[in-house]
Nanobody, 128 residues
Framework: QARLLESGGGLVQAGGSLRLSCGASELAFSRYALGWFRQSPGKEREIVAA????????NYADSVKGRFTVSRDSAKDTIYLQMNSLRPEDTAVYYC?????????????????????WGQGTQVTVSS
């Protein structure tokens, strides 16, 4: 059964950086569109960043544009979320997600309902 596993979360001061990683078992990221979501208490899960299967297109939430970067290392079957200039409002549980996508697709997906596979989440806490 395919599984995703996030790592890299933790506690950081405002203005700091973290890099989240997401690895996969029984699943090849090269066949999937990918996404990072986050959820904080009392709020709905929201898209943070999305990456198309072909790696050519990305989509970022307005709140993280210019600060976060999503990338993929196909050889390692790992995706990353580089988070810079972190703010207290970035505090949340962060999830990676995967959606099987057609070959060479440039489509990105921003709705949680689009995705089939999810990780268990990693906590990011930004102190002021």
């Amino acid at each position: 059964q395919a599984r995703l596993l996030e790592s890299g979360g933790g506690l950081v001061q405002a203005g700091g950086s973290l890099r989240l990683s997401c690895g996969a078992s029984e699943l090849a990221f090269s066949r999937y569109a990918l996404g990072w979501f986050r959820q904080s208490p009392g709020k709905e899960r929201e898209i943070v960043a999305a990456l198309s299967r072909n790696g050519g297109n990305t989509n970022y939430a307005d709140s993280v544009k210019g600060r976060f970067t999503v990338s993929r290392d196909s050889a390692k079957d790992t995706i990353y979320l580089q988070m810079n200039s972190l703010r207290p409002e970035d505090t949340a549980v962060y999830y990676c997600a995967a959606k099987l996508s057609v070959w060479n697709s440039g489509q990105v997906y921003t709705q949680s309902s689009d995705y089939t596979y999810w990780g268990q989440g990693t906590q990011v806490t930004v102190s002021s």
